[in-house]
């Protein structure tokens, strides 16, 4: 602790009072009496009069994926700060729980797609289980602004503030401010104050941002499909597309959902339980010839247009689209096939990998239906579009006119552009955890093994390069079980991207990720599988167990026991070698 910190533990200390209520410590006086002095973080100045603190009880959550119902109550404090000479505004907000709730614990949380927060969702997962919740806005105007919004001052200006912000210095600062800050509110004294950190996709990229530079910022960090390798993950957006105007084939989004669904059926039962989930995709890749479908049927109804959630969103507005009537064509199988295998270079190279057979319907391969034409036609995927316009060609657009001249080598190029670019903020692979480990902390990591906005297999390509690294002499096997000791990576059967699975409803998804964590920190449980929980369909509420990879779930016993088997043949068909490019992509 800090002499500064022990200064403004004083001053909460005095008015702290035994048995303390709710609405005693939820004043905007007692919060600026708690606030973390200036010494806490050098360079950061504290606003008291920015101070905003309201008690809020009988709150409630019901429905989410990263942690059961509850009610509860909490005090919902804002605050602002500065960077001394950079005359800038960050706002934080941490949710604290009532002091008779609290247990000693904290949990920063972060973002999703361009935001560097999940508005006020994620907080009620540190509440419940008696931690202060915190979120940042990072300093881009207020907790709503995305940095594609402020990521250029003007066209060809980038604005490397806030891309270093959004990187990883805005989630440090949370955490370091919001560990003191609890420490004092609570007037904790010497107590041990437990800290971790939840989030997924932009959010799992958040915690990686952390725990690959900051050894003592959390005791444990659960990273959910971390959109990690930023250049890379974003570009790949694109792929689909080039895949479609290369093959020259513009399927119907019904005929990919059709083999998509075809994929499913064939290969559900591969792991042993036929109850529509794909369990291994690995067994999928190796055993499902998507040549098979070929010549079958499919038919979608018209849909009418829907407004959609908006723009930047992956669910964003669609046109109405008529009747989809046919058969399943060689070119259409081609199209899926080439998207399955991952971008290669004009010479055959692998640049990247790419979704697991029975992802979610291909959704970057979406086309529109031209009524003048009466044909299907390219839609350029706005997620790497906008990438492309606003992060690499700096230009204040939100996407790309078209594809014109677009070829997988100029996908490769964006690729290799976009991670020197970025090589120090977005790009977050850095694989020497050792200062992390040798600090205790510890790392749950899971994938959806149905997604289809971020790749699975990106996360086995990080965790494989983080063994390779931390354990150069050790044979697989050992290195395996040395690193999860520490970190685990946990692939969900069937799931979507952070997120339940329509078309695989009776699959499991891990709600209780943070029970299991604070399990392993402070009660030193290590998870040997994830525990889950059926969150849909007609087995909603059964408990399920996650296999730790490299092991791969199989059922026994017509479906009624799990075993979590060594399987090489498909261990080998997760591993990727870039050898496109000269140096490691980690
Ligand atoms: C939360 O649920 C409790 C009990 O079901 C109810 O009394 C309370 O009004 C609910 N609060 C809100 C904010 O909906
Ligand atoms: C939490 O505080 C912020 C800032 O004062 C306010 O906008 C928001 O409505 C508050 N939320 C609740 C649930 O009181
Ligand atoms: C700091 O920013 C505020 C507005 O946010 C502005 O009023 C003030 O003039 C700025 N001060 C300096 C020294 O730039
Ligand atoms: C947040 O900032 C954006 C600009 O980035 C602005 O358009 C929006 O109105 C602001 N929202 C609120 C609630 O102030
Ligand atoms: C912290 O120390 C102060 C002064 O010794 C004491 O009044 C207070 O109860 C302590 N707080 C806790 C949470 O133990
Ligand atoms: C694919 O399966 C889902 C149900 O899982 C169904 O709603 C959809 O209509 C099917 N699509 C096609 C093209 O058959
Ligand atoms: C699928 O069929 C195409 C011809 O349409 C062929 O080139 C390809 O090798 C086949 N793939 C497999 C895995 O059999
Ligand atoms: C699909 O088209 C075929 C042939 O044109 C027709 O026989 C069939 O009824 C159509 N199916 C639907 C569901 O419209
Ligand atoms: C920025 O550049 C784009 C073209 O790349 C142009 O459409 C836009 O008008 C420019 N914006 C400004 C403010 O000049
Ligand atoms: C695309 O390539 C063609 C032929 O190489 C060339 O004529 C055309 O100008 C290019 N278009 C763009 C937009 O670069
Ligand atoms: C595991 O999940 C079940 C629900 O499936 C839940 O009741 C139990 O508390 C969870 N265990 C832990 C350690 O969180
Ligand atoms: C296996 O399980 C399925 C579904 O639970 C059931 O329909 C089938 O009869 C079972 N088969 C045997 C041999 O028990
Ligand atoms: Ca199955």
Request: proline letters at 5%; aromatic letters at 12%.
């Amino acid at each position: 602790m800090t002499a500064g910190s022990m200064v403004a533990l004083t001053a909460a200390v005095a008015l702290w009072q035994q048995n303390a209520t709710l609405d005693d410590v939820c004043t905007a006086a007692y919060v600026k009496s708690a606030l973390p002095s200036s010494s806490t973080y050098p360079g950061i100045v504290v606003n008291p009069a920015s101070v905003l603190a309201n008690p809020v009880t009988n709150a409630n959550v019901s429905g989410e994926n990263f942690f059961p119902d509850a009610t509860f109550d909490y005090c919902n404090v804002t605050f602002a700060y500065t960077h001394t000479g950079r005359n800038d505004t960050v706002n934080v907000r941490y949710w604290l729980p009532a002091p008779a709730s609290f247990k000693n614990r904290y949990l920063s949380t972060g973002g999703g797609g361009y935001a560097i927060n999940s508005g006020y969702g994620d907080l009620p997962g540190g509440i419940i289980y008696g931690a202060t919740a915190g979120a940042t806005d990072a300093g881009f105007g207020n907790f709503s602004t995305n940095l594609d919004a402020v990521n250029l001052i003007a066209n060809n200006t980038v604005d490397w503030q806030r891309i270093h912000m959004f990187g990883y210095e805005a989630i440090h600062e949370l955490s370091v401010l919001g560990k003191e800050f609890t420490r004092s509110f609570f007037a904790m004294n010497t107590t041990k104050l437990y800290s971790y950190y939840q989030g997924c996709s932009e959010g799992g990229r958040d915690g990686w941002s952390q725990v690959q530079r900051f050894a003592d910022e959390w005791d444990g960090a659960i990273t959910g499909a971390p959109a990690m390798r930023f250049a890379f993950q974003q570009t790949q957006h694109l792929y689909s597309n080039i895949v479609e105007q290369t093959l020259d084939y513009y399927p119907s989004p019904c005929e990919l959902e059709k083999i998509t669904n075809l994929t499913i059926a064939a290969c559900d039962p591969m792991d042993g339980k036929t109850d529509g989930v794909v369990s291994r995709s690995d067994l999928c890749k190796l055993n499902f010839n998507l040549n098979s479908t070929v010549g079958q049927t499919y038919y979608c109804a018209a849909t009418s247009a829907s407004s959609g959630m908006g723009s930047g969103s992956p669910f964003g507005a669609s046109a109405a689209t008529p009747a989809q009537n046919g058969t399943i064509t060689a070119q259409g199988v081609a199209v899926a096939q080439t998207i399955i295998d991952g971008l290669k270079d004009s010479s055959g190279k692998q640049v990247y990998l790419s979704y697991q057979p029975g992802a979610v319907s291909f959704d970057d391969a979406k086309t529109a239906f031209n009524n003048v034409s009466n044909k299907w036609e390219l839609s350029v995927n706005s997620f790497g579009a906008e990438f492309i316009a606003r992060f690499i060609n700096d230009q204040e657009l939100t996407t790309l006119p078209n594809l014109n001249n677009v070829t997988y080598d100029t996908l490769k190029g964006w690729m290799y552009q976009g991670w020197q670019k970025y090589a120090d903020t977005l790009h977050t692979t850095w694989p020497d955890l050792t200062a992390f480990q040798a600090a205790g902390g510890k790392v749950l990591h899971f994938h959806g093994e149905s997604d289809n906005s971020i790749p699975t297999a990106s996360s086995v390509h990080y965790h494989e390069s983080v063994r390779n690294v931390m354990y150069p002499n050790m044979s697989f096997n050992e290195s395996s079980a040395a690193m999860s000791d520490w970190y685990q990576l946990y692939l969900v059967p069937g799931a979507a991207h952070c997120a339940v699975n329509t078309n695989q409803p009776n699959g499991p998804f891990p709600q209780t990720n943070l029970a299991v964590m604070i399990d392993w920190v402070e009660k030193g449980v290590k998870p040997t599988t994830l525990n889950a929980t059926v969150l849909q369909g007609s087995n909603k509420g059964q408990n399920e167990q996650i296999c730790a990879w490299p092991l791969r779930p199989m059922w026994s016993d017509n479906g009624t026991t799990m075993n979590c088997e060594y399987d090489q043949a498909s261990i080998n068909t997760w591993m990727y070698t870039f050898d496109a490019f000269k140096m490691p992509v980690y």
